[in-house]
């Protein structure tokens, strides 16, 4: 069975750091594309970042870019999400979730991020 | 950059009826759609992939079609357990994964 489990989210204060993650199983982990995404309190999903197989490319959405940095470790079925210089409009729900063609069909259950 | 407009944003029906929910994209985007299910305080769920294809163990009342540069999401007999918020979402080759506002539906 495919699991995605997040952890690491939390309160910090605005201009403050935290590092999200996301464990994998049931799964070749190392042979898809991964992502990250967000949701606001009471609005729509909205993507962040994702991550080749191997690492070797990223990407991210304009607002997170030079703050957020996505990575992952294939030996641990790891996936992260550094967060720094985080804004009040950061506090989201973060969600991992395995890439499916131009979709994602799993995602974890969410860690929550507050920034204020 | 493609827009993805979702519509209506709520709506209310009742069990049995057939439900329709629009994505229109700004400008072509081929066979680039996907549909999710949200309940609430949940992951989202995929159900439709590449514009009509059934994800696997999702029910054969849900289907998704395209007419150029809109894209319809059908439940054909509404169940009570398919009160949710249901998003389109586009791949953009940026790369950029864009989704729509989001229906809420809910049961009268």
């Known amino acids: 069975e495919v699991q995605l489990v997040e952890s690491g989210g939390g309160l910090v204060q605005p201009g403050g750091s935290l590092r999200l993650s996301c464990a994998a199983s049931g799964f070749t982990f190392s042979s898809y594309w991964m992502s990250w995404a967000r949701q606001a309190p009471g609005k729509g999903l909205e993507w962040v970042a994702n991550i080749k197989q191997d690492g070797s490319e990223k990407y991210y959405v304009d607002s997170v870019k030079g703050r957020f940095t996505i990575s992952r470790d294939n030996a641990k079925n790891s996936l992260y999400l550094q967060l720094n210089s985080l804004r009040a409009e950061d506090t989201a729900v973060y969600y991992c979730a395995r890439h499916k063609r131009t979709g994602f069909d799993y995602w974890g259950q969410g860690t929550l991020v507050t920034v204020s | 950059d493609i827009q993805m407009t979702q519509s209506p944003s709520s709506l209310s029906a009742s069990v049995g009826d057939r439900v329709t929910i629009t994505c229109q994209a700004s400008?072509?985007?081929?066979?680039?759609l996907n549909w999710y299910q949200q309940k609430p305080g949940k992951a989202p769920k995929l159900l439709i992939y590449?514009?009509?294809n059934l994800e696997t163990g999702v029910p054969s009342r849900f289907s998704g079609s395209a007419s150029g540069t809109d894209f319809t999401f059908t439940i054909s007999s509404l169940q009570p357990e398919d009160t949710a918020t249901y998003y389109c979402?586009?791949?953009?080759?940026?790369?950029?994964?864009?989704f729509g506002q989001g229906t809420k539906l809910e049961i009268k």
């Open positions: 400008q072509d985007i081929s066979n680039s």
């Open positions: 979402q586009h791949f953009d080759n940026l790369p950029m994964y864009i």
């Open positions: 590449d514009v009509s």
